[in-house]
């Protein structure tokens, strides 16, 4: 089992930034493919963000493309999220997802992600 903890969020006004920290504990998290998901109000839960157990190549949704930045510490056994530029279309509750075992084409699909944080908000408003 891996419990999964992400802290960071909050209120940012347009154009700055936030660094979401996934924290695990149980497993080591450097085995585990660990993205991050986010809700927003209204919306159905959407990939934010990956990075590979295997290789550590990173992969992002085309609307985050050179403002969000994905990274492990396997020192830490956690998982980061630099988000710049921000908008308010990204304000959502940003969650953590981590699977063991997952395959390169689900790795934006969120049913196929065992262990789940339980969310952190980000809201990005003047």
């Known amino acids: 089992q891996v419990q999964l903890v992400e802290t960071g969020g909050g209120l940012v006004q347009p154009g700055g930034s936030l660094t979401l920290s996934c924290a695990a504990s149980g497993r080591t998290l450097s085995r585990f493919t660990v993205a991050w998901f986010r809700r927003a109000p209204g919306k159905e839960r959407e990939f934010v963000a990956a990075i590979r157990a295997t290789n550590s190549n990173p992969y992002y949704q085309d609307s985050v493309k050179g403002r969000f930045t994905i990274s492990r510490d396997n020192a830490k056994n956690g998982v980061y999220l630099e988000m710049k530029s921000l908008k308010p279309d990204d304000t959502a509750v940003y969650y953590c997802?981590?699977?063991?075992?997952?395959?390169?084409?689900?790795?934006?699909?969120?049913?196929?992600?065992?262990?789940w944080g339980q969310g952190t908000q980000v809201t990005v408003s003047s």
């Open positions: 997802a981590a699977d063991e075992r997952l395959i390169l084409s689900s790795l934006r699909t969120a049913r196929d992600y065992d262990y």
